[in-house]
């Protein structure tokens, strides 16, 4: 049911209802009976009559649909709509609200500006929006209407804005879901769009659409149900090159390119053979593909907002500008496109239950995120590690920081695991001044990666490396070949699912993990030790570990709590770190070390040679006009974690990340 199903009197009406109540005495303060919300007296044009909830399977009709993305240099992206109106009367048109892919509701309805809705003849029809689903619009259509016009614009955020940037003077992310409405009382799957946009002359793009015309920059698509659309978003741009990854297989795969500058889209020697080897090694993984084809959109830019978000047929990502024709990036880079590769196969095709809602405006729940996202992350690691975007040495190290972050993390003094996918509905993706005490996002992501780490290194110690996770990929995973269509999963069904691999006590397995909560909760490092590996600490990196750790240099956490950012500002401070103990937190920064201006180098210097010689290491911190001398008493060095391997024992986690050969 969807929550407009209830809706609560304005304050004011119940204040007043109670100050009634009370004046007329207890005999009659039994008397008045409250009804519906609907019988309380809003200050409206109209009645607003209720939102009906998605029970019907089919909108009668097609809606035509035309966005405009030519208006660059302002950024706004005018939408026009034609809608059949199956009668009379009431009519409901939404806003999508819980996005795919945010786990939240996430639809920015702040940006929808101009809304205009007409019948035939251009007689204006006022819409009312609704009180308690702001998302939601209310029209009373006279009779004899049989469609309406809907236009309105999506005003798009240039630079520094709260949104994301999706237009640029060059490059366009259309992200249908955030600029179109559509009938209420209907499954997404049962409404029909025939999607067109106009984009600049000469403009190339990439989607998972299949293009009917595209002329005089006007491109024109087959007709396909709105959850279709909205899960196939666009990048076009100026500058666009389309890459063949499997051109010629059962279901093709391709990558589409958008760049800042042309010469940005030619890919350094051998990169193209890396994405190519990881749709193999996902062939060998799965065994099957739950698509009829695939795109990966690819941004080479530094002016679009950056993405990583996954769709059942193709993605949207965005890299550094230089990323292709240096042929590599950032570690989380290489991994980002196996990552939203994989999410074709779990969390599209195979999606959670409480995920697959009727529409966008019915709430989604989030309870097997640490399936959704971190067994994905867990996959999209080792395919990365398999087709050779990253190598074993790469992918221990960012293993390592997994480890070393969840072994000191406090939050699970009080928080489990399970509770942080509900992160997002507490808002998207809001950055938090404590993240090791709060606990954030990342941790259904990293800190379940390492719980299907040691689900995969205990399947391969129980069957002697005859059986493995990847058994549960092509046996759970693996069953749609060929088309898209979603099926939803429970708890229940993933544990079954890992029992005909090996049988285990999984549920047990799992809840221990999740729920591990108090003072005595450890992280799930035991995928480590089983895989061959211990977590170390070192006070020198190699040259590699120095450049997946990027902000090494700056980050000393796990000696004297906190990190440096820009100008020495103190940030990152670990809950229950010297630097907490000793008063620090959000608006410090370092002005000196000892008597020394104050820098990174500085700082590790000085924390080298208490090592040695055994002095409090001495800092001057600044808080506006405020200003304190601490003394530390810290003689343990440097601290940078590091996987070292455990002597006669099988290296299990290189096996993982070896490539398949079948």
């Known amino acids: 049911m969807m929550r407009s199903a209830v809706r609560l009197l304005p304050a004011v009406c119940l204040a007043a209802l109670l100050a009634a109540l009370l004046a007329a ?9 409250l009804t519906s919300p609907r019988d309380a007296a809003l200050a409206l044009p109209r009645p607003q009559p209720a939102i009906p909830a998605p029970t019907q399977a089919s909108f009668p009709g097609v809606i035509r649909y035309e966005a405009d993305v030519t208006d660059r240099a302002r950024r706004i992206i005018g939408v026009r709509q034609t809608i059949p109106v199956p009668a009379a009367g009431a009519f409901t048109l939404l806003y999508p609200e819980f996005l795919p892919g945010n786990h939240a509701g996430a639809g920015p309805i702040q940006l929808l500006s101009g809304l205009t809705v007409t019948a035939p003849g251009g007689r204006r029809l006022e819409w009312l929006r609704d009180t308690v689903e702001p998302h939601a619009f209310h029209l009373d259509i006279p009779a004899g209407v049989t469609e309406i016009e809907v236009a309105f614009q999506w005003l798009t955020q240039p630079d520094g804005g709260s949104w994301r940037v999706v237009q640029t003077p060059d490059i366009v992310n259309m992200q249908w879901e955030k600029a179109i409405l559509y009938p209420a009382g209907y499954a997404a799957a049962g409404i029909t769009v025939e999607p067109s946009i106009r984009l600049p002359e000469g403009w190339g793009y990439g989607v998972a659409l299949d293009t009917v015309s595209h002329q005089g920059g006007l491109a024109r ?10 899960d196939s978003p666009m990048f076009a741009g100026a500058h666009y090159r389309r890459f063949a990854l499997d051109a010629d297989g059962r279901s093709p795969v391709h990558l589409s390119l958008v760049a800042d500058q042309s010469g940005q ?12 080897a990881m749709v193999v090694q996902a062939d060998r993984l799965f065994g099957a593909r739950p698509f009829d084809r695939y795109e990966f959109l690819v941004g080479a830019t530094s002016q679009l907002g950056g993405i990583g978000l996954e769709h059942h047929r193709s993605s949207e990502n965005v890299l550094a500008p230089d990323f292709f024709t240096r042929g590599t990036g950032s570690l989380g ?3 980002l496109l196996p990552h939203e590769y994989v999410h074709s196969w779990n969390g599209k095709y195979m999606r959670p239950a409480d995920e697959l809602t009727a529409n966008y405006n019915v709430p989604s729940q989030n309870t097997l995120m640490f399936v959704y996202e971190g067994l994905t992350s867990y996959w999209g690691r080792v395919l990365a590690a398999r087709a050779g975007l990253t190598t074993k040495e790469e992918t221990l190290i960012g293993m390592a920081g997994h480890a070393a972050f969840y072994e000191t993390q406090p939050g699970r003094q009080w928080r489990a695991l399970h509770d942080t996918q509900n992160h997002n509905l507490l808002g998207y993706r809001v950055p938090g001044q404590w993240p090791s005490w709060m606990r954030t996002t990342t941790d259904y992501y990293d800190e379940a990666l390492l719980v299907w780490l040691d689900a995969d290194t205990l399947i391969r110690e129980a069957t002697n490396g005859r059986r493995s996770l ?16 979603a099926r939803g999963y429970t708890f229940e069904e993933v544990v079954a699912a890992l029992n005909a691999v090996h049988p285990h006590e999984w549920a047990g397995f799992l809840r221990d993990r999740l729920d591990a909560v108090g003072p005595d909760a450890r992280a799930p490092l035991d995928g480590i030790a089983r895989g061959g590996y211990r977590l170390a600490w070192v006070d020198s990196l190699t040259p590699t570990e120095r450049s997946v750790m990027t902000g090494w240099a700056n980050d000393f956490q796990y000696s004297l709590g906190f990190t440096l950012g820009a100008n020495n500002r103190i940030g990152g401070v670990l809950w229950g770190g010297l630097a907490w103990e000793a008063g ?20 590790r210097e000085a924390i080298t040679a208490a090592k040695s010689d055994g002095d409090p290491i001495t800092l001057i911190v600044r808080n506006g006009d405020r200003f304190r001398t601490i003394a530390f008493d810290y003689r343990d060095g440097l601290r940078y974690p590091r996987l070292e391997r455990t002597a006669g024992t099988p290296d299990r986690l290189g096996d993982i990340l070896a490539p398949r050969r079948r």
């Open 25 to 33: 005495g207890p005999a009659s303060a039994q008397t008045p009976v």
């Open 221 to 230: 698509f087959a007709p396909v149900s709105l959850y279709t659309l909205v």
């Open 265 to 276: 889209l030619q890919p350094a020697a051998g990169l193209m053979e890396k994405f190519e």
């Open 333 to 335: 880079a290489r991994q």
């Open 470 to 485: 990847d058994d549960f990929a092509k046996g759970f995973f693996g069953r749609l070949d060929g088309r898209a269509e």
């Open 584 to 603: 620090l937190g959000v608006g410090w920064d370092l002005v000196a070390v000892g008597d020394r201006a104050a820098s990174s180098e500085v700082l």
